[in-house]
């Protein structure tokens, strides 16, 4: 019996005055139906990969015309200042500041709010969230700092943050907005960016225009359609020497050619997974995929996520961006945090004992060797 195909409807219709429907925070969640190897095909309302990425990716990348800096007032200073050293603990990409900034600027023109009388209704802090709105506590929504945490990496699967997509960074700053639930014009949306990124030049002169500038990278690599597509979208970052690692590879050039014998193929979560990544670092070098396909018995035997079930529910990944792993390691948390959001609730990731837990909402932990991020879909839940 063909393997069951699951449409799931994204909306992704982006712009001022619109919403960011489902939004890909839910996307690999709704992509659990069955544990096997499903072709997953997605129904957009707009062409793969949005159009309006498409179109913006279609250029160089640009900046604002350099422009005098202006000094900020002592109160709106120390609100940038806040912002910037929070996005800064999350991540070490400098976007992550600029479109935290242009959220506050747009919101509240970087001011904090203040009232006697506060409700569930109330816009709160610098970005104007309400408690009834899902985004937290109103004392989380006061604290700039845990505000700022909460827009960029969500406060629920309901309420997505502006990284919660792995092409964030290649978005335009009305795409950030529209997000998190600012939905303004385009001189609005204008106007705060260009005052974030002139907080910037006044708190962080270091910067260059070469680390803000929105729209230059635009290498993502859409994480929808079936098996076959996935692998296609992996061997080309194969090919550009991107997503490097051991023979295992080879499994993935046999799922994108149709010659992937059985119990040689690989779960589509996990090349989803390995699309993520992707987004988000130069180079993945992987290590392990289907031990079914090459027999291998290693670590946890049959009951290992490798082999169990037909095997290729699981991957380990050993370096990012050339540098080593251990499960604990800066790089290995950026990797977890990002994919916390977007696996589904039974997800595993190994190297418990490698690290001190953030503390996952999706991700249950277990006990591996530090040499390796093992990630794996052979446990997870049939949905959010």
């Not at 106007?191 to 910067?207: C, D, I, K």
């Not at 690599?221 to 194969?238: H, Q, Y």
């Not at 295992?248 to 040689?264: E, H, I, K, P, S």
């Not at 604990?328 to 418990?352: H, I, K």
Request: overall charge negative; glycine content about 10%.
């Amino acid at each position: 019996m063909a393997a069951p195909m699951l449409a799931v409807k994204v909306v992704l219709a982006i712009g001022p005055k619109k919403v960011l429907g489902g939004a890909l925070a839910l996307l690999l969640g709704g992509l659990v139906a069955t544990a096997a190897l499903p072709a997953i095909a997605i129904t957009l309302f707009v062409p793969t990969g949005s159009a309006l990425r498409q179109a913006h990716c279609a250029s160089l990348g640009t900046v604002p015309a350099e422009q005098p800096t202006g000094p900020l007032v002592v109160a709106e200073q120390l609100l940038v200042s806040a912002i910037v050293d929070a996005a800064a603990a999350i991540t070490p990409e400098p976007m992550a500041k600029l479109a935290a900034l242009t959220a506050a600027y747009a919101a509240s023109n970087m001011t904090a709010s203040t009232t006697d009388t506060i409700t569930d209704d109330t816009p709160l802090g610098v970005y104007r969230r309400t408690v009834r709105g899902g985004w937290g506590t109103a004392e989380q929504l006061q604290d700039t700092a845990t505000a700022t945490a909460l827009i960029l990496t969500g406060s629920s699967a309901n309420r997505p943050g502006i990284m919660s997509d792995p092409a964030w960074i290649d978005e335009p700053a009305g795409w950030w907005l529209s997000t998190i639930g600012i939905h303004a014009e385009a001189p609005t949306v204008a106007g705060a960016e260009a005052s974030a990124r002139n907080a910037l030049a006044v708190v962080e002169p270091e910067l260059t225009d070469e680390q803000l500038t929105v729209g230059a990278a635009c290498n993502y690599l859409p994480i929808d359609g079936d098996n076959r597509e996935l692998a296609l979208r992996l061997v080309s970052a194969m090919d550009e020497g991107r997503l490097v690692g051991s023979d295992y590879l080879q499994q993935l050039r046999n799922v994108a050619n149709g010659t992937a014998l059985a119990d040689c193929g690989i779960d589509s979560r996990i090349m989803q997974i390995l699309l993520v990544a992707l987004n988000t670092f130069k180079q993945v070098a992987v290590s392990d995929l289907n031990r079914r396909c090459t027999g291998s018995l290693e670590g946890a035997g049959e009951n290992s996520s490798h082999y169990r079930d037909g095997g290729g529910m699981a991957v380990d990944i050993y370096a990012l961006n050339g540098s080593s792993v251990t499960g604990g390691d800066g790089l290995s948390l950026q990797l977890l945090a990002l994919l916390d959001s977007v696996v589904p609730p039974g997800s595993r990731a190994g190297q418990s004992n490698c690290r001190n837990s953030p503390g996952f909402a999706h991700f249950d932990e277990f006990e591996d060797t530090c040499n390796h991020v093992h990630i794996d879909v052979a446990y997870a839940n049939p949905g959010l």
